[in-house]
């Protein structure tokens, strides 16, 4: 159970329609579960009202949406659904049989209401609100859409018959600032001093300015419902609000814990609105799967207008109390200072409690006096917390507490006085639910890694979960190798095992090499208080070159997090680097008291006390930056060729940049879209200062399934190496089926493009040893308009393929003409997809097919011409996965970038990695990469086929083509020392 989608209220019955998975407690393959009841408290389970089962309007998922009551006897669902192509669009659903109070059916309109407009992003464009009728009698409904700028609106659509919508000539009815992810809108009025405002359709003039509206946003990254109140003319569709969203803890919340994707509804049988919100797990999704369910309703709540009409009030629905059971009262009870009262004759475990505390007017006086600083509520209970005591406060409830008192969920006021303006006294009230206690259980985390070469031995770190194939009970796990190809694993490096440093997860960090053949791993703990802090380990024997036991610093924690970032956001030490100071320094990711996120410098002497530095070099980067920050790595690069990739600097020669000849890359991995972007610059060790060539972290290492990526310098080839993580988009059921979840990428080399102006990444050449004797080549290929050929003579699920495509450079010409808003190379490539005819492309190969082409994957070219007058041209190079399976509910999208190559200068080169499921594509030698990770059920082993097409007009020549088979890298396990 997920978002609630649309609750009604419909002859007598009350309907609550969810998002729900059919096939197990996990997210994925959405669908609209529905249940009824007739007082909001006792539910029957019918079928399931919508399926994603569609191509054109919801084959991969039925997600967030609403249900309008369009007349007393007709009603109808708006809903988001999620194509083929991995667009959303609004689709309509009506009931098969509206003289059914149950509603047990519903029928899809054919074809979608409403799609993405140019300008907004296709897979951005979701959640219609409920529709309500304006004095003209046309419906209007409300839809959270991102534009290409990554900004979020809330648009107008407008309907005479709810079948025909069109987009609003007016402004959008609320343009975010702040690039948060948008979700779940409610638009509703709620009345004034007690008056009828809170039916969605109630628009008499008389009572129009009896009224406020709401406007609720679920904001994605922060996991809150937030509102603004403001006065709506339905005549002119203004919405002119009292107060922005701030985009930060002083919003106004519908709840301050717990709560999200709220939906409310207006009850005519009890003229009143109803809203409910979706209470989200903490634990771990292999506790999801062994209960059997995720995810829980909150109780129904009413929701009015405050007497000062500043803010939302919400209660428990009054049905709510015909549960109440056994009950004890008590009155005029004193607590003193230090006093715990157990509150006994009850169900401590299912209760409703109501309390009244009563503070003596006359001793008000000598309340704590509140600094003016203070104005995060949030921050102030972590301060003040339940342990900490005051003069009033704190004060209340402790809930689901144990017989020793270690489990506890307290529930407390505070009393603070202020001074104000004139300095008169006034108080204020403190309300916090302090968790901190609430469970002696850890809780999830999730996956990196950290490299190194030592004694002739690669070593690769990466979290890991010991107890299954899902997210939770992280520990750094270790491999190790001679060849970068096959690998050993050894025990667990670290495990989550002390209070202080790391008991609830050990997370990402880097390997350092010190001097004197020394070594040390940093990494970021999560102590029992839910901080993170940094931590430093050393092998417990260095002569070890296996390096199979670790000891963790008796000095741990190293780095604490600050007064001015948030202590549950500060993570991802990078590697280690030596100044001609004999200073060290790291990079630490941390969101800031301001919400941003910054990338902090961090210093030491002896790598064991560090203290941040004065000096923001990466500041600027991240100043209008909201995506949460992780894994940052920040490495030298050569130009032309130099050996300028090496973290270690010893002397100062090597700050002459004319010398040394290097730049530097800070990469960084953003949560919230999965992608790991990059910019590049100059460093000055000595100044602390690094001047970045573009203002924004735009450059993206792969354009596909790739994140967490770390890299490593290796001493023995003298080349930077790096790793990505291939995250997956099937669901935890098939990961404990297969029994893992999420791969590492082939190993890669990066290094400076000769332009400067991009990084280069190839397969390390170690890579080429799996390749078998089962070879094909070709030559002088032509591939003329509509060819399909098929490479046999090898195994195609298992294939190391090299193809170079020439163009006659005199046709050249006759290119498509780019359209100049055609920016973005990802919807491009959803528009120019494989199937898609062109003049030159798309072009290029058909990985993992079928043999009846039902499933397949095509990494394809597809040559623009900038202009009619120079001969200047664009190569978009794209992935497409939209037919990568015939299974539902998984990735596939199409991923796409352009390749900074010019067609009249260079052939056009495609280097392909097949592993089965993993697709690791390197056009134009390296210059842009796209990793897909697919799912096919036909194209496996030898049902899997690859060919080589060309679906443009104009003829494409292979002039080169190898292909490999390739072998098997070899994985061993051998835990501890005896195997050695």
Not at 365 to 381: F, I, R
């Amino acid at each position: 159970m997920t978002k609630i989608t649309g609750p009604v209220y419909y002859k007598g019955v009350y309907h609550l329609f969810y998002q729900y998975n059919p096939q197990g407690p996990i997210w994925g393959n959405m669908s609209w579960a529905h249940s009824i009841s007739y007082n909001l408290i006792d539910w029957v389970h019918v079928d399931i009202a919508l399926r994603p089962n569609d191509p054109n309007l919801d084959i991969n998922g039925c997600y967030s949406g609403s249900i309008t009551l369009i007349q007393d006897d007709k009603l109808a669902i708006l809903y988001t659904g999620e194509d083929s192509k991995n667009h959303q669009v609004q689709n309509l659903a009506t009931p098969k049989n509206p003289s059914d109070p149950s509603l047990r059916e519903w029928i899809k309109y054919p074809k979608p209401l409403m799609t993405a407009i140019d300008g907004i992003d296709p897979s951005q464009f979701r959640d219609p609100t409920t529709a309500w009728l304006g004095p003209d009698n046309i419906w209007r409904v409300t839809i959270g859409a991102r534009q290409m700028d990554g900004k979020w609106m809330a648009f107008l659509y407008k309907s005479r018959d709810f079948e025909n919508w069109t987009k609003s000539e007016e402004t959008p009815l609320y343009l975010f600032e702040k690039d948060l992810v948008v979700e779940c809108l409610d638009f509703f009025p709620v009345g004034i001093k007690g008056s009828l405002g809170d039916d969605d359709n109630h628009y008499l003039n008389k009572d129009q300015y009896k009224k406020k509206y709401a406007l609720k946003v679920s904001f994605q990254a922060k996991e809150q419902d937030c509102y603004i109140l403001g006065q709506y003319s339905p005549n002119l569709d203004e919405f002119k609000v009292e107060s922005d969203f701030m985009n930060d803890d002083l919003d106004l919340r519908m709840d301050y814990g717990k709560f999200y994707a709220s939906k409310s509804f207006y009850d005519p049988d009890k003229k009143r609105r109803v809203v409910w919100g979706w209470i989200m797990e903490t634990e771990s999704r292999a506790d999801d799967i062994k209960k059997g369910w995720s995810g829980l309703m909150s109780f129904p709540r009413t929701i009015v207008l405050s007497e000062s009409g500043k803010q939302l009030i919400q209660w428990p629905i009054e049905e709510i109390e015909k549960l109440r059971g056994e009950k004890i009262s008590v009155e005029n009870k004193d607590l003193h200072c230090g006093s715990l009262f157990e509150i006994s004759g009850v169900t401590a475990s299912q209760a409703d409690v109501e309390v009244l505390f009563e503070i003596e007017i006359g001793e008000l006086k000598n309340a704590e006096l509140l600094d003016s600083s203070k104005v995060d509520p949030q921050e102030l209970c972590k301060e003040k917390n339940i342990s900490v005591g005051g003069q009033f406060g704190p004060f209340g409830l402790l809930v689901l507490a144990s017989d020793n008192m270690l489990e506890q969920t307290a529930i407390y006021f505070r009393i603070f006085k202020i001074k104000t303006d004139d300095d008169c006294e006034k108080y204020v009230v403190l309300m916090c639910s302090d968790q901190s206690r609430s469970s002696l259980r850890d809780e999830p985390a999730k996956t990196t890694y950290g490299p190194m070469y030592y004694k002739g031995v690669y070593h690769l770190f990466y979290q890991y979960n010991p107890k299954g194939p899902v997210f939770g009970n992280m520990a750094w796990a270790h491999s190790v190798s001679y060849n970068l190809v096959d690998w050993i694993h050894l025990d667990v490096a670290l495990n989550p095992t002390d209070p202080n440093i790391d008991i609830n997860g050990c997370w990402s960090g880097s390997t350092t090499h010190l001097p004197n053949d020394k070594l040390a791993i940093l990494y970021t703990g999560r102590d029992s208080k839910k901080h993170q802090v940094q931590n430093l380990a050393t092998p417990k024997n260095p002569s070890d070159p296996f390096l199979r036991e670790w000891a963790k610093s008796p000095l741990n924690p190293i780095i604490s997090p600050s007064p001015d970032f948030d202590p549950k956001e500060f993570r991802d030490p990078t590697t280690a680097w030596l100044g001609p100071d004999k200073i060290w320094r790291i990079v630490i990711g941390a969101k800031m008291g301001n919400g941003k996120w910054a990338g902090l410098l961090f210093k030491s002497s002896d790598f064991e006390n560090w203290t941040r530095s004065t000096k923001s070099p990466f500041s600027k980067l991240f100043e209008n930056n909201d995506l949460i920050l992780e894994c940052p790595d920040f490495f030298p690069v050569g130009i032309n060729g130099s050996d300028g990739d090496n973290n270690y600097m010893n002397n100062n020669d090597q700050y002459n940049y004319e010398k040394m000849k290097k730049k530097y890359a800070l990469k960084v991995s953003f949560l919230d879209n999965k992608h790991d972007y990059y910019v590049l610059g100059q460093y000055c060790p000595e100044t602390e200062e690094f001047n970045p060539e573009s203002e924004v972290i735009d450059l993206r290492l792969d354009y596909g399934k790739f994140y967490a990526s770390k890299s490593f310098y290796d001493h023995e080839q003298k080349r930077r190496v790096i790793w990505g993580w291939i995250m997956e988009s099937d669901n935890d059921v098939d990961a404990n089926v297969r029994g893992w979840s999420g791969l590492q990428s082939f190993p890669r080399t990066i290094v400076l493009s000769e332009s400067g102006k991009q990084l280069i990444q190839w397969p390390i050449e170690e890579i080429e040893k799996l390749r078998s004797d089962e070879k094909v080549s070709l030559q002088n290929k032509e591939l003329h308009s509509d060819s399909i050929f098929e490479i046999s003579g090898i195994t195609a699920s298992q294939v190391d393929i090299e193809v170079s495509f020439e163009i006659e450079v005199s046709e050249l010409e006759e290119a498509e003409l780019i359209n100049p808003s055609w920016i973005n190379p990802q919807l491009l490539c959803n528009e120019k997809n494989s199937s898609v005819k062109g003049i030159f492309g798309p072009f290029g190969l058909k990985v993992l097919a079928s043999n009846d082409l039902s499933e397949q994957t095509s990494i394809f070219f597809h040559i623009f011409k900038t202009n009619e007058t120079e001969k200047k041209f664009k190569i978009l190079m794209c992935s497409d996965q939209s037919r990568s399976s015939l299974r539902d509910g998984i990735d596939k999208h199409i991923y796409g970038t352009f390749l900074d190559l010019d067609p009249c200068q260079e052939k056009i080169t495609l280097r392909t990695l097949i592993d089965h499921s993993i697709v690791e594509s390197f056009g134009g030698e390296g210059r842009s990469v796209i990793t897909a990770r697919v799912y096919p059920k036909l194209a496996i082993n030898k049902g899997s086929h690859l060919y080589a097409f060309n679906n443009g007009t104009k003829s494409v020549k292979i002039s080169n083509l190898n292909a490999w088979s390739m072998k098997n890298a070899q994985f061993e396990s051998r835990i501890g020392q005896e195997n050695f």
